[in-house]
């Protein structure tokens, strides 16, 4: 009996082993993913600015970019106006690095030369991205945000019925 165990035991082991070896590659395959997620990301915003650059809105009768974004873009105006912004000011090594959080925050500062510096910082210190946002608000002269639990509470937002669904009004 006891050389069955010792069988079984090494039959699970070499399950779990090969689990494993699957797992690894499964992880390796999700950050490879996750690059070109980020990557994808700039290239929409690359996409963006060159539709509002040539003016490609006019040829579906829009006046101007926003209002084209805000009718036609799969994802909402101010996200595709913010990704112009970013790539507009930083290369794709950056966005890939840094990713949008943090270069939204930094893209604010309006002098090239702090600009420059804070990306640096932010690039070999690891900063956070709470933290990338206060040192762009300090670089572009603007006070500090108040800290969270300071700040006047709102009312919670009031339920509509939405079909058969009840939704939270945004």
Not at 61 to 86: D, M
Not at 136 to 155: D, L, V, W
């Amino acid at each position: 009996a006891a050389r069955g165990e010792d069988v079984s035991a090494e039959v699970v082991d070499a399950g779990t082993a090969k689990m494993e070896d699957r797992l690894a590659k499964k992880l390796e395959q999700l950050a490879e993913f996750k690059k070109d997620m980020v990557g994808s990301t700039f290239d929409i915003g690359v996409v963006c600015k060159e539709i509002r650059d040539e003016q490609l809105y006019k040829a579906r009768g829009y006046p101007s970019f926003s209002a084209f974004a805000q009718k036609e873009l799969p994802f909402n105006r101010e996200t595709a106006l913010q990704l112009i912004n970013i790539v507009e000011k930083f290369g794709r090594e950056d966005y890939v690095a840094l990713g949008f959080n943090k270069l939204r925050a930094l893209a604010a500062v309006g002098d090239t030369e702090k600009r420059k510096a804070l990306v640096e910082e932010v690039r070999s210190s690891g900063m956070s991205s709470s933290k990338t946002v206060e040192k762009a608000r300090e670089a572009s002269g603007k006070a500090p945000r108040e800290p969270a639990g300071t700040r006047k509470s709102t009312p919670p937002p009031a339920e509509r019925r939405d079909g058969l669904v009840t939704v939270l009004a945004r």
